[in-house]
């Protein structure tokens, strides 16, 4: 039956992954996946995801199923950790918001109503370069790649791969240009609080399109603020412009999704909502958030001056500059090639690293095999 079925290609970061296992060697080190390590190099836990575990474990809830857009506390917590409490559209109840199976199933909710709904056009435009993810998921929403009246897909924070943002007057210009042009904005926010340290810096370009008048579509993750990956927690949100169009749009949201999963897993929206939901529990977080921020910080600034110490060719300023969980080194193909090859070290092919993959145990061994293989 399966006989015509041609094998894929590995998938270009997680592929990364296998390479990694695969290798023996002791001092191997994996920076190929985004996902967040400790100083130790392990995977790491949250004490405010631990604390809400231990409470959702003490109340016992049942398992029943949610509803087709999900755990409706989680999403007004989403939504307003988002847009702000102030928010004009929060306060007046026009935000359409859905649960979603993560920052992937936001989007491509986001992508399946556009393809149906929006009126004016069937094609997106895409960051060049942007997560390798984007491709496909527009394109399995039927959104091609395509000129003018466009959506236009935004990082809203820590751009992937890059780690290059626009400052706070560039996102004013490109308000302004979208505007002018009638585009369509369509936020992936799958780093609030990582790149700066601060949940409401980081919302910055969404809640100043938003006051500037513009509709937009959102897609928020909390696998990397909230450190729930495997969990798969997240929110598809839709502006509109008053609370007659929101229901409207909530209608057809939910004719959009059961028949892809029918309704979201329950127990990751929980654990974000109890936080969400309490003061010292979101406090607690946002340090926690903030805590993980600022080692990928020191690690820049650490491997920055152990670079420059070894007289490694090149300009190497914009590992500093770049912000978020990934640093785009500018190391070229035959260089990470080499790298895995010879010093065991793995990254996606295009030379971007994820920077919570090193760590005072490993960032000298990998900055000295990074200037190797510059030197050549
Ligand atoms: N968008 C971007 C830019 C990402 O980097 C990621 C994850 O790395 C995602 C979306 C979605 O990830 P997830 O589905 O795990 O929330
Ligand atoms: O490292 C990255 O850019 C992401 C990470 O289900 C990722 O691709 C891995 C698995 C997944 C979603 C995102």
Redesign the pocket.
Known sequence: TWSAVPAGPP?P??GVTEAFKADKDSRKINL????YRDEHGKPYVLSSVKKAEESLTAAQPDKEYLPITGLPGFTQNAAKLAYGAESKPLVENSIAVTQSI???GALRIGGAFLGRFYPHAKAIYLPVPS???HTPIFRDSGLENAPEKSIVLLHACAH??TGVDPTQEQWREISDILKEKKLFPFFDMAYQGFASGSTSRDAFAVRHFVSEGHQIALSQSF?KNMGL?GERVGAFSLTTVDPEEKARVDSQLKIVIRPMYSNPPVHGARIANTILSSPELYAQWESEVKGMADRIISMREKLYDTLVGLQTPGQWGHIKSQIG??SFTGLTQPQTKALADKAHIYM?ADG?I?MAGLNSSNIEYFAESVSKAVKG
């Open positions: 998938d970061i997680l190929g996946v985004g996902a993560s920052g992937t997560w390798g993810n992937n791969p696998a990956y969980m990934f996606t971007r994820s």
